[in-house]
């Protein structure tokens, strides 16, 4: 039941425990709740309701996926797409974690994950008919619509922690062969990217104007499926007040800042799992030696219900193997074959503190608490954590579970990269591969932490007074005058190439300028290319000197795009002139281009320069000047298009919230060298449909339609620690809610476009000056 009342939070926090739910929620301006209770479960309650009202079906999407029953509403889909799906995360058997970590959950986080379904389901069954319509453009009806329960969201959240469900196609297709013969059963898949990226930069005193830390947060995320952000504030008085955002479906903040700190995380260049090469028994796929004694893998039996044509239901079943490491895959170039398997083994596998971490995190009082709260649970799955605090100190830290070696195994493993052809492979597409036949390659324990992972104490670290920061390159180079060594192999090299985002990151930082909360804000969407800063002036200077260049036998025409380009002052703004053809010019390099000597560089990567090398345009080579060569393919690419080469980059690149077309700004990070990223990615979380417009031939990601920008800069907010306390500007550059019919689907999305940041609102006199300020009363069952 809502009812449509005030309370005000001094009222609410002397009441009495209800037996029922009860939580105030509070909307402000582009619809971000601010939700008051008494208690934990309460205050999960209004998030939930809140939630639900804006990611219903995002949600439901989830719960069908980590349940396993894909196929079962949506047929196997194409290329087995759903099927694959159901059977990994069968096979991952989060269901079953999930039963198991439940009783075991603190009594904070249980209520939490209590409320939180009770909240969601309440707003459905209330608002049954609003959430069908709200659905309507997934193709789904009033039959899709039903109640979750504590377990699906907890072992929903149990597989955004775990990393190998990004290998699930790997694991759903690996089959033995049979026993007499050579070949493997499927042909093996490659490595999935994992698209999320991010920047974080945290300032000290000494570059704050106002003396007190100061944090950027920039997680580059996409902007459809699962993995969006929903932004909150929550507080019960005397216990919890925390402002900003979590994945979608989980309770609590991920990203955020209360009184004394504030912080956000990136993607960590580090290895959350390794792969292992199983030497198996003739005649025996699924028998293996380790130590020289054979062991049997073990194996489930699957049952799937897969929805036919006609709508009746088929049974599908299958078998899955594990060694003791984890479930087998099935990888290019190392498919399961009569001699060899492979096996992956998660760091997160047995993850099952992180709640109790985020909940010390959010109600941290200090910076020394909040390091306290990564100490004590070790528990962070996948990220970096860049953090500023109120008394003016920057800390940045990579504890992201990641696999403990012995000393003699990571001896081990270097000089495998250099004379194992396969580790060398393996390990240059992002991946560890080890010798699972001997027990030398385990991982090791440490009684300060859960079995297998580093401990705390041999992460990197940095506290400073000036800032650190991180883009997804590893730790060595969180702050240039302080490089990070010495580190475990799996948590990212050191003293090698930077991207050109990182160090782009870095001149932002570099010097000795204070921030004011403008100029932090201002600088985090400057966006300058560094490719273009290094770069465009000689490509302009060489294609005005030659004129044309000759590609397939016929001359191209340079002068008019040498003048473009001299004109262009290196951003990617909406307005900006000379973006679009930079972008065909540069992205016909690969990112590796950029790291070394080759055909975009002359002088190669010194470490001691490590921000501002390599930075020289390529000499011809042979009598071939690639970036003419490369810059006339580009004028043809946009003649093809009928694109003038003068065109600004907004009447491009933009964000599709039909029936609006917002222009975006912004571009790659790898070989556009932006700190704002943007671009365009494949959503492979969730059903929803997005559009996917045919692409232009020659061109990485142009379209017929222009530059679809479906990813990238998300939650994007700056925020300084002053006197009065902290004080904040944000953009959720996607909107706050996933629900078209809503206002709140692309009030956001033209801010961004726009270049305009909005004001965070943490305090009672900011929250009640909001002239748009609506409030209601939920309450609901308690289990």
Known sequence: MVLFTMMSPAALHAAQPAKDYEAQIRWTRYGIPHIIAND??????????????????????????????????????????????????????????????????????????EGFVAGINAYRRENQASCVASVAHWGLGSDWLFDVTPLDILAYNQSVIATTPNLGDLIATAMPPKADSSEPVAEGLPIPEFQQASNGWALGSERSLQGGGMLMANPHFPWTGAFRFWEKHLTIPGKLNVYGVSLLGIPGVLIGFNDAVAWTHTVSAGKRFVFYTLDLVPGHPTRYYYDGQEREMTVKYLTFDVRQPDGSLKKVERELYSSHYGPMVNVAGFEWSAKRGVCVRDANANNTQFYDQRLAMNQAKSLAEFQQAHARYNAVPWVNTIAASADGRAWFADTSATPYLSPAATAGFTQRLNSDFLAKIAWQRGVALFDGSKSANEWQNDPTTRSGVLPYAKMPQLERRDYVFNANDSHWLTNPSQPLMGFSPLQGDEATARSLRTRMNALVLEGTQKFSLDALAAAAINNRSLSAELLRSEVAARAKSAGSVVIEGKEVDLRAASQVLAAWDGKYNTDSVGAVLWREFITLYNATDTQKAGVLFQNNFDPKQPVTTPSVLALPKDGTDTALVNLGRAVLVLKSAGIALETPLGKLQYSDKRPERIPIHGGDGALEGLTNVVGFGTNRTSLEPFASPASVAGSRSLTKDGYLVNQGSSFMMALEFTKQGPKAVAILTYSQSGDPRSPHFSDQTALFGAKQWRPVLFTEKEIKADPALTSVKVRGKRP
């Not at 996926?65 to 694959?84: D, I, P, Q, T, W």
């Not at 059977?87 to 039963?99: M, N, P, S």
């Open 40 to 113: 934990f479960g309460s205050l999960a309650f209004g998030e939930g309701y809140a939630f639900a009202k804006d990611h219903l079906g995002s949600l439901l999407d989830q719960v069908i996926k980590v349940r396993g029953e894909r196929a079962r509403y949506f047929g196997a889909g194409s290329g087995n797409r759903h099927l694959n799906s159901d059977i990994t995360f069968r096979a991952l058997g989060f269901v079953e974690q999930a039963k198991e970590l439940f009783p075991k959950l603190s009594q904070e986080n249980r209520e939490t994950m």
